[in-house]
Protein backbone atom coordinates (compact mmCIF):
# COMPACT_ATOMS: atom_id res chain seq x y z
CA UNK A 1 0.00 0.00 0.00
CA UNK A 2 1.21 3.69 -0.54
CA UNK A 3 -0.03 6.59 0.89
CA UNK A 4 0.12 10.34 0.66
CA UNK A 5 -0.15 12.51 3.64
CA UNK A 6 0.86 15.17 5.66
CA UNK A 7 3.78 14.55 8.46
CA UNK A 8 2.13 13.99 11.25
CA UNK A 9 5.61 14.80 13.12
CA UNK A 10 8.86 15.42 12.59
CA UNK A 11 10.68 12.28 13.35
CA UNK A 12 10.62 10.87 10.17
CA UNK A 13 12.93 10.90 8.30
CA UNK A 14 13.29 10.27 4.26
CA UNK A 15 14.29 7.19 3.01
CA UNK A 16 16.35 8.10 0.19
CA UNK A 17 18.39 11.59 1.46
CA UNK A 18 17.94 11.15 4.97
CA UNK A 19 16.92 14.01 6.13
CA UNK A 20 13.70 14.90 8.24
CA UNK A 21 10.18 14.99 7.00
CA UNK A 22 8.63 18.50 8.48
CA UNK A 23 5.58 18.28 10.60
CA UNK A 24 3.01 18.87 8.22
CA UNK A 25 5.13 18.38 4.61
CA UNK A 26 3.45 16.16 2.34
CA UNK A 27 5.34 12.72 2.32
CA UNK A 28 5.07 9.77 0.49
CA UNK A 29 4.62 6.20 2.29
CA UNK A 30 5.64 3.03 0.54
CA UNK A 31 4.61 -0.14 2.48
CA UNK A 32 7.01 -2.63 2.30
CA UNK A 33 8.29 -6.41 3.54
CA UNK A 34 11.20 -6.59 5.24
CA UNK A 35 12.25 -9.73 7.27
CA UNK A 36 10.64 -8.15 10.34
CA UNK A 37 7.27 -7.70 9.25
CA UNK A 38 5.68 -4.89 7.28
CA UNK A 39 7.17 -1.41 7.38
CA UNK A 40 6.43 1.69 5.60
CA UNK A 41 9.53 3.38 4.05
CA UNK A 42 8.88 7.59 4.53
CA UNK A 43 9.96 10.11 1.24
CA UNK A 44 10.10 13.69 0.32
CA UNK A 45 8.06 13.78 -2.86
CA UNK A 46 10.55 15.09 -4.89
CA UNK A 47 12.40 12.00 -3.09
CA UNK A 48 9.87 9.41 -4.05
CA UNK A 49 9.99 10.55 -7.55
CA UNK A 50 13.62 9.31 -7.95
CA UNK A 51 13.65 6.89 -5.72
CA UNK A 52 9.75 4.65 -6.18
CA UNK A 53 8.35 6.74 -9.87
CA UNK A 54 6.00 4.28 -10.23
CA UNK A 55 4.26 3.67 -6.75
CA UNK A 56 4.43 7.06 -6.50
CA UNK A 57 2.74 7.61 -9.45
CA UNK A 58 0.16 5.34 -8.59
CA UNK A 59 -0.26 6.79 -5.08
CA UNK A 60 -0.73 10.33 -7.12
CA UNK A 61 -3.56 8.91 -9.08
CA UNK A 62 -6.15 8.08 -5.76
CA UNK A 63 -4.90 10.94 -3.27
CA UNK A 64 -7.30 13.48 -2.68
CA UNK A 65 -4.35 15.38 -1.13
CA UNK A 66 -3.91 18.80 -3.16
CA UNK A 67 -0.06 18.64 -4.70
CA UNK A 68 2.25 21.66 -4.83
CA UNK A 69 4.07 22.18 -8.06
CA UNK A 70 2.48 18.65 -10.13
CA UNK A 71 3.78 19.98 -13.49
CA UNK A 72 7.05 19.56 -11.79
CA UNK A 73 6.92 16.36 -9.99
CA UNK A 74 5.27 14.96 -13.08
CA UNK A 75 8.04 15.36 -15.10
CA UNK A 76 10.61 13.98 -12.37
CA UNK A 77 8.59 10.73 -12.16
CA UNK A 78 8.85 10.40 -15.97
CA UNK A 79 12.69 11.00 -15.65
CA UNK A 80 12.45 8.21 -12.70
CA UNK A 81 10.74 5.48 -14.61
CA UNK A 82 13.09 5.44 -17.25
CA UNK A 83 16.02 4.10 -15.46
CA UNK A 84 13.64 2.48 -12.37
CA UNK A 85 12.83 -1.38 -12.36
CA UNK A 86 9.53 -2.52 -13.07
CA UNK A 87 7.86 -4.13 -9.42
CA UNK A 88 4.61 -5.56 -10.72
CA UNK A 89 4.67 -9.20 -12.36
CA UNK A 90 4.97 -9.99 -15.27
CA UNK A 91 6.97 -7.22 -17.26
CA UNK A 92 9.37 -6.98 -20.16
CA UNK A 93 13.24 -5.62 -19.95
CA UNK A 94 16.36 -5.06 -21.79
CA UNK A 95 18.45 -7.86 -21.11
CA UNK A 96 21.33 -5.85 -18.46
CA UNK A 97 24.25 -8.07 -19.64
CA UNK A 98 24.55 -11.95 -21.01
CA UNK A 99 23.99 -13.82 -17.70
CA UNK A 100 20.23 -14.59 -17.67
CA UNK A 101 18.94 -17.88 -18.51
CA UNK A 102 15.84 -18.93 -20.07
CA UNK A 103 13.67 -20.49 -18.20
CA UNK A 104 11.83 -22.31 -21.03
CA UNK A 105 14.47 -22.93 -23.30
CA UNK A 106 17.46 -23.43 -20.76
CA UNK A 107 19.64 -20.75 -23.69
CA UNK A 108 21.09 -17.68 -22.51
CA UNK A 109 19.31 -14.30 -22.88
CA UNK A 110 21.80 -11.99 -24.70
CA UNK A 111 22.62 -8.80 -23.55
CA UNK A 112 20.18 -6.04 -24.68
CA UNK A 113 17.75 -8.68 -26.09
CA UNK A 114 14.12 -7.81 -24.83
CA UNK A 115 13.13 -10.43 -21.52
CA UNK A 116 10.08 -11.12 -20.02
CA UNK A 117 10.06 -11.57 -16.04
CA UNK A 118 8.17 -13.61 -14.16
CA UNK A 119 7.62 -14.18 -10.53
CA UNK A 120 8.84 -17.07 -8.91
CA UNK A 121 10.33 -18.45 -5.81
CA UNK A 122 13.91 -18.52 -5.09
CA UNK A 123 15.00 -20.88 -2.58
CA UNK A 124 18.18 -19.26 -1.02
CA UNK A 125 18.86 -22.33 1.57
CA UNK A 126 18.33 -20.33 4.45
CA UNK A 127 15.15 -19.26 3.34
CA UNK A 128 12.64 -18.87 0.38
CA UNK A 129 12.06 -15.73 -1.32
CA UNK A 130 9.98 -14.44 -4.42
CA UNK A 131 12.06 -12.72 -7.45
CA UNK A 132 12.08 -12.30 -11.34
CA UNK A 133 12.92 -15.52 -13.74
CA UNK A 134 13.44 -14.15 -17.51
CA UNK A 135 12.27 -16.35 -20.46
CA UNK A 136 12.99 -15.19 -24.14
CA UNK A 137 10.07 -12.55 -25.24
CA UNK A 138 9.82 -15.82 -28.20
CA UNK A 139 9.63 -18.35 -25.38
CA UNK A 140 6.84 -16.31 -22.97
CA UNK A 141 4.07 -17.63 -24.42
CA UNK A 142 5.03 -21.03 -24.87
CA UNK A 143 5.64 -20.78 -20.87
CA UNK A 144 3.38 -18.27 -19.09
CA UNK A 145 0.45 -18.44 -21.74
CA UNK A 146 -1.12 -15.85 -23.61
CA UNK A 147 -3.86 -15.25 -20.81
CA UNK A 148 -3.57 -11.91 -20.76
CA UNK A 149 -0.09 -11.63 -21.31
CA UNK A 150 0.71 -8.35 -23.35
CA UNK A 151 -1.91 -6.74 -21.34
CA UNK A 152 0.10 -7.29 -18.18
CA UNK A 153 3.38 -6.31 -20.40
CA UNK A 154 2.42 -3.35 -21.30
CA UNK A 155 1.00 -2.70 -18.02
CA UNK A 156 3.95 -3.16 -16.10
CA UNK A 157 6.89 -2.72 -18.51
CA UNK A 158 7.47 0.85 -17.40
CA UNK A 159 11.61 1.14 -18.87
CA UNK A 160 10.41 0.21 -22.30
CA UNK A 161 9.88 2.75 -24.67
CA UNK A 162 7.10 3.22 -27.38
CA UNK A 163 9.33 1.12 -29.78
CA UNK A 164 10.34 -1.75 -27.39
CA UNK A 165 6.80 -2.42 -26.74
CA UNK A 166 6.14 -2.83 -30.22
CA UNK A 167 8.78 -4.86 -30.62
CA UNK A 168 7.59 -7.21 -28.08
CA UNK A 169 3.85 -7.34 -29.36
CA UNK A 170 5.48 -8.39 -32.84
CA UNK A 171 7.61 -10.90 -31.21
CA UNK A 172 4.90 -12.44 -28.93
CA UNK A 173 2.23 -12.94 -31.11
CA UNK A 174 4.52 -13.97 -33.89
CA UNK A 175 4.26 -16.71 -31.88
CA UNK A 176 0.49 -17.22 -31.30
Known amino acids: MATIE????GRAKCRKCKASIAKGDLRFGNEVETAFGESVYWYHLNCAAAA???ELARALE??????PNRADLDKQILAGRKGAKPTVFPYAERAASGRSTCLACSDKIAKGDLRVAIE?????GAF???GPKY???GCATKHAGDDGLVEALEKHSTSLSDTDLLELKKLLQALT
Not at 6 to 9: D, E, I, L, V
Not at 62 to 67: A, G, L, N, R, V
Request: zero cysteines; aromatic letters at 0%; charged letters at 30%.
Open 6 to 9: SAKS
Open 52 to 54: TPV
Open 62 to 67: TTSEDI
Open 120 to 124: SEIDT
Open 128 to 130: TKK
Open 135 to 137: LHA
